[in-house]
Nanobody
Framework: QVQLVESGGGLVQAGGSLRLSCAASGRAFSSYAMGWFRQAPGKEREFVAGTSGGSPYYGDSVKGRFTISRDNYKNTVYLQMNSLEPEDTAVYYC??????????????????WGRGTQVTVSS
């Protein structure tokens, strides 16, 4: 069993930056593929970024602006978000999948979810 707790969300102006953190409890954090998803009002939850086997990958809408990283000693995964746009406004969810070679790009692959943290970007 893994529990995920996100932090770092908030209100920021367009062009600004935020860093989200996701602290994981439980064992064998390094054996999990980790990811970030987001869900805006009235929209489906979408993939933002993931890290599996040490390699990061991103959704098309955030490439070049967001960076995912993880610290296996701290059981934490981060999402650095730069050049934020109003379209980035959403609840951001941390996600975990057992098996660090799997690319966590679909919600159906996820084993564990955090409760989410709100990110609001004003224009």
């Amino acid at each position: 069993q893994v529990q995920l707790v996100e932090s770092g969300g908030g209100l920021v102006q367009a062009g600004g930056s935020l860093r989200l953190s996701c602290a994981a409890s439980g064992r064998a954090f390094s054996s999990y593929a980790m990811g970030w998803f987001r869900q805006a009002p009235g929209k489906e939850r979408e993939f933002v970024a993931g890290t599996s086997g040490g390699s990061p990958y991103y959704g098309d809408s955030v490439k070049g602006r967001f960076t995912i990283s993880r610290d296996n000693y701290k059981n934490t995964v981060y999402l650095q978000m730069n050049s934020l746009e109003p379209e980035d406004t959403a609840v951001y969810y941390c996600a975990a999948k057992w098996g660090n070679t799997i690319r966590v790009i679909k919600t159906t692959l996820i084993d564990y979810w955090g409760r989410g943290t709100q990110v609001t970007v004003s224009s």
